[in-house]
């Protein structure tokens, strides 16, 4: 099942998402419901709040982004970020909920994180490059932080109108969107 995608301005976005119950079987599917939408969107990540969920949950396909390394495609559930090290650096980053817009964020390189994935199995682990990337911009999200929480309030106030037409519906995103009300 496709989920209609959270348009900036809802506020689901800005909230601090909820644990999810350990052990919970639903997860599953929603999971695979959540791929299934980022995949529609051509994403290469999805957090549970863009679908209207404020748990702690996202995924990751670093697939289309990858040059050499294999992909990563991961979910996330109640993922705890234990480390954030290294050079910073910056990248172009985007989101679903963002349509058409793209930003360059400072972030740092590497990352240590702990999660659980669909099937309750815990896991530690570290990413660096772009997967790393993704899933700091994710895990963002299930703090209720969008990357442009980042950007300089010059680059904002120009953007500022952009954002206002997002956030009612004026957008050229090829998928389902949900306009805040
Ligand atoms: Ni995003």
Not at 30 to 57: C, D, H, K, Y
Not at 67 to 73: A, P
Not at 79 to 107: A, T
Request: proline share 4%; aromatic share 10%; glycine share 8%.
């Amino acid at each position: 099942m496709i989920f209609p995608i959270v348009l900036y301005g809802d506020p689901v976005l800005k909230k601090k998402a909820k644990e999810v119950e350990h052990g919970d079987e639903s997860v599953v599917e929603f999971v695979e419901n959540m791929f299934e939408t980022m995949e529609a969107a051509q994403g290469v990540g999805l957090a549970s709040p863009q679908v209207g969920q404020s748990l702690r949950i996202f995924i990751v396909d670093s697939t289309p982004m990858e040059d050499e390394n294999e992909g990563l495609r991961q979910a996330f559930i109640n993922p705890v970020m234990l480390e954030e090290e290294g050079d910073p650096w910056n990248f172009e980053e985007g989101c679903l909920s963002i349509p058409g817009i793209r930003e360059d964020v400072e972030r740092k390189s590497r990352i240590r994180i702990k999660y659980f994935d669909e099937n309750w199995e815990e896991h530690e682990r570290e990413f660096e490059g772009v997967q790393a990337r993704i899933i700091q911009h994710e895990y963002d999200h299930i703090e209720g932080v969008l990357f442009t929480d980042y950007i300089s309030s010059f680059k904002k106030r120009l953007l500022k109108g952009k954002l206002a037409k997002i956030s009612k519906g004026e957008t050229d995103a090829e998928y389902r969107v949900k306009i805040p009300k």
